[in-house]
């Protein structure tokens, strides 16, 4: 039972603590941000968690539960050496097909700079003026 407690506690202290960064980091939103601008970051916010979910297939999940179970040693240094490299390669491919435009070789200076402002921000932008 105590463990229980123990390990509930750790899990809550994340969530506590997450949710207290945002909490206080709520001024300086407000101060940096224009109104129209919070869709913009929660857009943003949104797509990260959804890329952060959906891109390592949950490795890091598989890797925790089969690690007691591999010996220790080679074993778990080859579970954890596969669970990297396929969550490395999962972003790196999603990288490059979400933004294909960054590793074009004929980018100008100019695209870069347009492509960094998405077409989201710059419609709030246009249609606040």
Same mark, same amino acid.
């Given at each position: 039972?105590?463990?229980?407690?123990?390990?509930? +506690?750790?899990? +809550?202290?994340?969530?506590?603590?997450?949710?207290?960064? *945002? @909490? @206080?980091?709520?001024?300086?939103?407000?101060?940096?941000?224009?109104?129209?601008? =919070?869709?913009?970051?929660?857009?943003?916010?949104?797509?990260?968690?959804?890329? &952060?979910? @959906?891109?390592?297939? $949950?490795?890091?999940?598989?890797?925790?539960?089969?690690? &007691? $179970?591999?010996?220790?040693? $080679?074993?778990?240094?080859? @579970?954890?050496?596969? *669970? =990297?490299?396929?969550? +490395?390669?999962?972003?790196?491919? !999603?990288?490059?097909?979400?933004?294909? $435009?960054?590793?074009?070789?004929?980018?100008?200076?100019? +695209? =870069?700079?347009?492509?960094?402002?998405?077409?989201?921000?710059?419609?709030?932008?246009? !249609?606040?003026?």
């Amino acid at each position: 039972m105590r463990t229980l407690w123990r390990d509930g +506690a750790v899990y +809550a202290l994340g969530t506590i603590v997450s949710r207290g960064l *945002g @909490l @206080l980091l709520l001024p300086l939103y407000t101060r940096a941000l224009a109104p129209q601008q =919070f869709g913009v970051l929660d857009l943003i916010v949104t797509t990260g968690v959804l890329v &952060n979910l @959906l891109v390592p297939l $949950e490795t890091p999940q598989a890797v925790a539960r089969l690690w &007691n $179970e591999r010996g220790d040693g $080679e074993p778990r240094r080859r @579970l954890a050496t596969t *669970g =990297f490299v396929f969550a +490395a390669i999962g972003y790196a491919v !999603s990288t490059v097909t979400s933004c294909p $435009e960054w590793f074009s070789a004929r980018r100008s200076r100019s +695209a =870069f700079a347009r492509s960094i402002v998405s077409p989201a921000s710059r419609s709030c932008a246009t !249609s606040a003026s």
